[in-house]
Structures are given as C-alpha cells and as structure tokens.
C-alpha cells in the first residue's frame, strides 16, 4: 500500500470508533454527521479489507484486525494531538538554545556584556554565538540560517523577507584624549581639518562618515587606518589623535578609557541601528523571546 494514496484523516476515524464503538457518537467526537461518519468507516473497510468494527447490540466491537491495528495507530494518534499540534512553547530558564548573531563589533562591544548579564539571570542556559561578516553577505547568512538575527546598521537587509525593529539612533563625533588641546572648547571645521585622524574602515561594511566627508569635500590628515573599532581606544587615549565614531560607541568608550568626545563641526549623520531577521524565523518562540529581550534592553525611544 502506498502511503500517498492513503487519507490520513481515516486514522483519526479509526481511533475515535475505537474509543466510542459508535458510529454516531465517535461522530460527535470528531465533528462529523452520521452519513459521514458511516462513509468514513466504509472507507476504512475497503482501505484494510476487513469489516474492522461489527455491530453487537448497541455497539460495534472490533474485529481482531482493527485490535492488532489499535496498537499501533493509537499511539501515533496520540502523539499528533500532544506533540505536532499543540503549540509550540519556549521556556528561557530551562532552554539550551544556541543562538548565532551577525554583528560588527562595535554591536559586540554596545550589546553583549548588557545582553549576556541578562540571559544569566533569566535563562542560564542559553548561549551566543557572533558573526562578522561582509555587509553584503549578511541576507544569505540569515535566509539560510547561519545566522538568526543581525544587529547593526545593514541598509541592504531593508527588503521584502525581512523584519526589522529600530534599537538606536546615533550621530558622529569626535572622539579624543583627556586633556587633548582639542577638548576644551567647541571644536571648530579649521581644526578638525588641521588636527591628525585615526580612521575605522571595516572590511566589507558601510563607512557612512568617510561617504559624508568625502560627498562634502571635507579631507583631513589621516595618520593611521584601521580595520577594528577595539583598536582605536588605546590609540586615541595615549596620542593626540582624534577619531570620528558613532555617538554610542564613543559613549562606551568614555566608560571604559581615558577619552571624552566633542561634537562634530559639521552636522554629521545619523545612524539608524536596527535588529534584522528573516521571515522564516518569524513566528519561532524561541526566536520571538530573544527579539523582546534585545528590543526591551536596547531601544531608545
């Protein structure tokens, strides 16, 4: 017997007159008239060639056919109510789900160790993984799964088959030793341009302030070029060097080295960090209970 020739709804049949050993009221159980019910079992009839169920006063006892075949198909029935149909739940403190994230690291540095501290607390046992990786290899990655969510600034994840949520808006400044000459004042366009600059030019991804400066004709003396947001801090906390970095990077490197920033002298872009996910991730309850968890921790409203 071949199984695709085979209505799977009969075996929900089976088992309700296995159970009710009536024809009406297994029909009752499942919802269906008493014709229908009737053209069911017939049907199971041809499907086994065996009676299956006999009339035996005022109920139908099975045949020893359909008792060897209760065995089996009462089980798997059981097992679709309980297990396939039912909803599916995530339980974070008990969770061991492995999670992979596409982020640059200035989302590593901003995000993790908040994000970490929170999954200690509410679920222990759950663990992270980050990807770097080209802007440009970031839909392939979350299409096909490598990666589950992308935190950043991916202007080419905004299309058709992606959900995004807005975390964070930032501007550019300037970011500068303590105690830099620069520091105590507003810093003017001449000394901008006069001053020496660290650059950050990540291999593969969106360099939006060196776009703006160069749409704007603005060129300033660059000394160092460096390819890690990480590497900048102790460049510029021990050198006179000046760099011009996201607002909340600059933010967290105040909390963590002997810097300070100043505003820009040029309005600056604004940078619009997004949480990224794919449509296929969409309804997964796993992956809806991080998504509120970084949403709720991160978003500035």
């Given at each position: ?13 089976f088992d309700a007159m296995l159970q ?201 003396r660059v000394v160092v070029e460096l ?75």
């Amino acid at each position: 017997m071949d199984i695709r020739s085979v209505d799977l709804n009969l075996l929900v049949v089976f088992d309700a007159m296995l159970q009710h050993r009536n024809v009406t009221r297994a029909g009752e159980a499942l919802g269906l008239s008493q014709p229908a019910m009737s053209a069911a079992v017939a049907r199971l009839r041809v499907l086994f060639d065996d009676p299956l169920f006999v009339r035996a006063g005022a109920q139908m006892n099975p045949t020893p056919r359909a008792e060897g075949l209760g065995t089996v198909i009462r089980p798997i029935v059981l097992t679709i109510q309980s297990e396939i149909l039912q909803p599916s739940i995530f339980d974070p403190a008990s969770s061991q789900r492995a999670y992979t994230l596409l982020t640059p690291d200035i989302a590593e540095m901003n995000f993790l160790p908040r994000l970490l501290a929170h999954l200690a607390e509410h679920a222990p046992q759950v663990s992270l993984k980050t990807l770097a990786m080209p802007r440009h290899a970031a839909a392939s990655a979350l299409e096909s799964g490598a990666a589950e969510l992308a935190i950043g600034y991916f202007p080419d994840l905004q299309k058709a088959g992606f959900y995004q949520q807005r975390l964070i808006r930032s501007s550019h400044v300037c970011l500068l030793r303590k105690g830099h000459p620069l520091g105590r004042g507003k810093l003017t366009l001449p000394q901008f341009l006069k001053a020496s600059h660290a650059v950050v030019k990540p291999d593969g991804r969106e360099h939006v302030i060196e776009q703006f400066l160069q749409a704007k004709g603005i060129q300033r003396r660059v000394v160092v070029e460096l390819s890690h947001f990480m590497s900048l801090l102790p460049i510029v906390e021990t050198s006179d060097l000046i760099a011009t970095v996201p607002r909340d990077l600059a933010a967290f490197f105040v909390q963590h080295g002997e810097v300070r920033y100043v505003d820009t002298p040029m309005k600056s872009p604004v940078i619009d960090v997004h949480l990224f996910w794919h449509q296929r991730f969409q309804k997964d309850p796993a992956h809806v209970w991080l998504r509120k968890q970084i949403h709720e921790l991160f978003r500035q409203d």
